[in-house]
């Protein structure tokens, strides 16, 4: 599914496309699982390669790295971008990964000054002001930002892969991880398309969403809740990454864009320097 569709949507249009992708069919045999899912996950990615320099948003974590992996293999034009604050866990991981990977990487320290501005500039972007949606916006308007100063447009993002994979403890805690995969695939359009969206048309950038890939979505979503999750989350995309080449990297334990870019942490510094006790309250205030 390419984004420019995603930018024509609304919620009703989104709500109908993920119900015309539910199916009660379930690939029980775990090796024709991978296999399917692997074949799918690349055609995803190789569809969506344009003729020209692209740029993905990189934490190192598995969702990313298994972008870049399988995109090398059809094309070397590609830069990968990753942001942080000071002690950034992500940047830590993406300098390993890309060195392993053998990819071009550019990194950004910002300061308490930098994401200042950039949350002031969110706030007037997006509709939803919360903690959540200002620290990932964060990452991702700071990483795109980016990559438009090496004039590239077309941006890949891992957005998607923890609905599909069961990624979050809520899929841990749920009596029917599956179905709540769906749920969460329905509520993405107001938690995390309505703030990438006018991120990307604010800066003129079009994110390409590989697991949101209406082939990778059915098949991931015929794949049973014990083959995603079991000692580790996402663990059959982490399985197939690791025999891809990603090895040690694909079973790291990653934090939400927000924590592993440290973000969160400026976001707190410069609520209390603005005399606000809540990131909450500081955010409201502008």
Request: net charge positive; proline share 1%; aromatic share 10%.
């Amino acid at each position: 599914m390419l984004f420019y569709v995603l930018q024509s949507m609304n919620k009703k249009q989104w709500f109908d496309f993920i119900n015309s992708l539910i199916t009660d069919n379930i690939i029980e045999n775990k090796k024709k699982a991978k296999e399917l899912l692997e074949k799918e996950l690349i055609n995803s990615i190789k569809k969506r390669i344009p003729d020209k320099k692209f740029g993905i948003l990189f934490s190192g974590g598995v969702d990313s790295s298994t972008i870049a992996l399988i995109a090398k293999n059809f094309s070397k034009n590609f830069i990968c971008y990753t942001v942080g604050f000071k002690n950034s866990e992500d940047v830590k991981y993406a300098k390993l990964v890309a060195k392993k990977l053998k990819i071009k990487l550019k990194i950004k320290i910002l300061e308490l000054e930098d994401i200042e501005k950039i949350i002031k500039k969110l706030v007037k972007i997006l509709s939803n002001v919360d903690v959540v949606s200002i620290g990932v916006g964060l990452v991702t308007y700071s990483a795109s930002e980016l990559a438009k100063k090496d004039k590239i447009n077309v941006i890949f993002t891992g957005l998607g892969s923890e609905e599909i994979f069961a990624g979050y403890q809520r899929h841990k805690e749920a009596e029917d991880i599956n179905e709540e995969c769906w749920n969460g695939l329905k509520q993405m359009f107001e938690r995390d398309l309505m703030r990438d969206i006018p991120i990307g048309e604010y800066l003129k950038v079009k994110f390409e969403t590989p697991f949101l890939d209406e082939n990778v979505i059915k098949t991931a979503m015929q794949i049973p809740a014990k083959y995603k999750i079991d000692k580790e989350n996402k663990l059959i995309l982490r399985e197939i990454s690791y025999d891809l080449g990603l090895k040690e990297f694909a079973f790291r334990k990653k934090k939400a864009a927000q924590y592993g870019s440290n973000f969160i942490k400026a976001l707190d510094k410069i609520a209390k320097k603005n005399g606000f006790k809540y990131k909450k309250e500081y955010l409201q205030s502008l």
